[in-house]
């Protein structure tokens, strides 16, 4: 159980284009989700907290209209990144939260390479 | 600003040792800890979680929580080196669904 699938697993695009990133959650609901992005050797870096039916909430320094969020359904959220240049390169990892009993368990995708030429 | 504080490593431990890896973090009012192990080119894998102070044993992993020293340990029994990966210690933020991931320790598993 708790299995998430993110798609596309890598996109390579031209500079100022849009990708549009889909994380779903397979085998249970999630009212909210996460996006991370993990740059090479770093840690995970919580850019937005997506709650279905409701507007994302960002974190200090992510800046909304290039990293557009929706939470469609209790299954889906997705992430577009506008207008794309070369710094928006990263690895992009999405995690949806799950109650297990004691607490709330988040589960990770398993990653969408972005690289933008 | 809240952090989670880990040693990066490498840890290099010989099959069949014991691995110990540390975290502590910086947040009085976390209520939870998570233990996630990431390969190389690949996103986390959750493998323990831990809500309550003292220990939580699931096969070969046993995870120790001390909310008042702020302190969550992973020990890993009997290591093999399949187990060689960067172990990243996630705590729960206060009154919220998020999670300050610490900078992970990579750990080393020799045959």
């Known amino acids: 159980g708790a299995v998430v699938s993110q798609h596309p697993s890598r996109v390579i695009c031209k500079s100022g284009t849009s990708v549009k990133i889909e994380c779903r959650s397979l085998?249970?609901?999630?009212?909210?989700m996460f996006w991370y992005r993990q740059f090479p050797k770093q840690s995970l870096m919580l850019m937005a907290t997506s709650n279905e039916g409701s507007k994302a909430t960002y974190e200090q320094g992510v800046e909304k209209d290039k990293f557009l969020i929706n939470h469609a359904s209790l299954t889906l959220s997705t992430l577009t990144v506008t207008s794309a240049h070369p710094e928006d390169s990263s690895f992009y990892i999405c995690?949806?939260?799950?109650?297990?009993?004691?607490?709330?368990?988040?589960?990770f995708g398993p990653g969408t390479r972005l690289t933008v030429l | 600003q809240k952090e989670v504080e880990q040693n990066s490593g490498p840890l290099s431990v010989p099959e069949g040792a014991i691995a110990s890896l540390n975290c502590t973090y910086s947040?009085?009012?976390?209520?939870?800890s998570f233990w996630y192990r990431q390969y190389s080119g690949k996103s986390p894998e959750l493998i323990m979680s831990?809500?309550?102070?003292g220990d939580k044993e699931d096969g070969r992993f046993t995870a120790q929580l001390n909310k008042a020293s702020q302190y969550v340990s992973l020990l890993i029994r009997d290591s093999q080196p399949s187990d060689s990966a960067t172990y990243l210690c996630?705590?729960?933020?206060?009154?919220?669904?998020?999670?300050?991931f610490g900078t992970g320790t990579r750990l080393q598993v020799f045959p």
């Open positions: 085998d249970f609901q999630a009212t909210t």
């Open positions: 995690s949806a939260n799950r109650n297990r009993g004691g607490g709330n368990e988040q589960f």
């Open positions: 996630a705590v729960g933020v206060y009154n919220t669904d998020k999670l300050i």
């Open positions: 947040d009085r009012g976390s209520q939870s």
């Open positions: 831990i809500y309550s102070n």
